[in-house]
């Protein structure tokens, strides 16, 4: 039996991973399209896997003091940067 799923029935809660398989080029790019650009959700494909990931709220916090460490040194050095 095929069970066909919308993408907005699917939960997946923050620090968890959903892989799913045998996935088409096509079906990955339809899947980004009704994702859209602004989605917290990371997207993976490779050969037909496809993994969607969300970030933990902790993920997001070290990503944004890494970012900032970033930006601090570029400025420390004196380096241009283009955000």
Known sequence: MV???????????PGQCLTLREISWAEFEAILEELGDHRAARVAYYQGVLEIRMPSPEHEVNKELIGDMVK??????ELDRRI
Request: charged share 30%; net charge negative; no cysteine.
């Open 72 to 77: 601090i040194l570029l400025d420390e050095l």
């Open 3 to 13: 069970v066909t799923l919308q993408l907005r029935e699917i939960d997946v809660q």
